[in-house]
């Protein structure tokens, strides 16, 4: 069975930091292509950051150069680490992982940024 855990979500101020993990079992990440996503209220759910299997990283405009998405393969995890948090990166997070008709999601992590 497979299984992604996100742990790491919380309330931040403006401009604080956070890092977010996906712990998987069942699966092994790094032949995954790896997602973080976000989802805030009544807005669709959209992709924050990505890792390929080959290591190759892609992010969305909005989080570049403040977000890093990072994989630890001997922990079998998958990290995001968010830093000069704004207002607008609240959402619940989700980790996904995904390889040819396979798609996995976590249940996702609240994060929250407000003064």
């Known amino acids: 069975q497979v299984q992604l855990v996100e742990s790491g979500g919380n309330l931040v101020q403006p401009g604080g930091s956070l890092r977010l993990s996906c712990a998987a079992s069942?699966?092994?990440?790094?032949?995954?292509?790896s997602g973080w996503y976000r989802q805030a209220p009544g807005k669709q759910r959209e992709l924050v950051a990505g890792?390929?299997?080959?290591?190759?990283?892609n992010y969305a405009d909005s989080v570049k150069g403040r977000f890093t998405i990072s994989r630890d393969n001997a922990k079998n995890t998958v990290y995001l680490q968010m830093n000069s948090l704004e207002p607008e990166d609240t959402a619940v997070y989700y980790c996904n992982a995904a390889r040819n008709d396979q798609d996995y999601w976590g249940q996702g992590t609240q994060v929250t940024v407000s003064s």
């Open positions: 069942g699966i092994i990440f790094n032949i995954y292509y």
């Open positions: 890792i390929s299997s080959g290591g190759r990283t």
